[in-house]
């Protein structure tokens, strides 16, 4: 961005940021500027998404923060063409230029983005352990492709085995299609035993690994993988792309069927008649605790306090005979509590 049209763009938000009421005639006259020179400095916040048209504000224009203008040229980014990681790579040296120039105006921090291509399986893979023996939190991973060899889902199994066994939550997608296949049914029940949560759907979108909330793998888009297939990802650091990605596998997860594990011993307790007392509050958490969903986020959904979820889901975890939010959920649909 040239000097000279960096100096107005400054000084324009620097004047019109934190003030609903600016009128552009107004503005151009405190600032003595010309047609020209307004013009500019608007032409250059609209381009990095600084100022949108709006039909209701008096001015006609609404300012956004930097972040706002962030998770915007992302979000935009994410959608376009095969050629995403030029897109992002020019993306990202916008949103640097941006971060210099306009943070000391609006006082607030932006996560960097962090992009980086692995090539070859042993390199994916060396990056996937690694990443999976830090992780603390939760790893999500969505699998569109064809199904992986028994020995690969063995390799895999062991790794999700010592996840679990940390405390850490794990919640995959598959394809039913794949599934379906007898050596990838057993990993996933398997997984579904030791405690992980298992969904399957007809269609996913992208090969995706999420860990904790600052740390994505991608598929690499096919229009840049090498001719011969050699296996690529792009390993990518920061809050706010990993968090669009993650907002990208709940919708998935939202939408898929549970995987019902195998169980050891008799099963849940029939109850003496159809789901006797359950309210419909109590439908709509366990609705919601299904799908993964924490007793923060239920409540958020449900307007009520995170105190009220839990003794929510406290009781039902008692009346359907569980041990765990997991089983709860497994119990509940084999009992038919969750159909519509």
Known sequence: MPDVRRSVAEELYARIAGDPHWLPEQVRRELDWSDEQFDTAVKELTGLNLLVESRTAPSGWTVL???????????????????????????????????????????????????????????????????????????????????????????????????????TEIRTLHLASAAAVPHVMDYLRRVGELGGQVRTAHLLPMWLIVIDHTLAFVALPESLRAPDGTVSAVRVRGEVLVGIFEDVFDHCWGSATPLVPRTAGPGPREPESDEPGLTERHRQVLQLLSGGLTDEAISRKLGVSERTVGRQVAELISRLDAESRFQAGVNAARLGWLEP
């Open 65 to 167: 923060t930097p972040e706002s203008a962030v998770h915007t040229l992302v979000g935009q980014a994410m959608h376009t063409s095969l050629s995403v990681l030029d897109q992002v790579a020019g993306m990202r040296r916008s949103v640097e230029s941006l971060v210099t120039t306009f943070q000391p105006i609006h006082r607030r921090s932006v996560t960097e983005a962090q992009l980086e291509v692995l090539l070859g399986e042993a390199e994916v893979t060396a990056a996937l352990e690694d990443a999976t023996h830090h992780a603390r939190y939760r790893v999500l991973s969505m699998h569109p492709g064809r199904p992986l060899p028994a020995p690969a889902l063995s390799s895999a199994l062991e790794r999700d085995e010592a996840v679990l066994e940390r405390g």
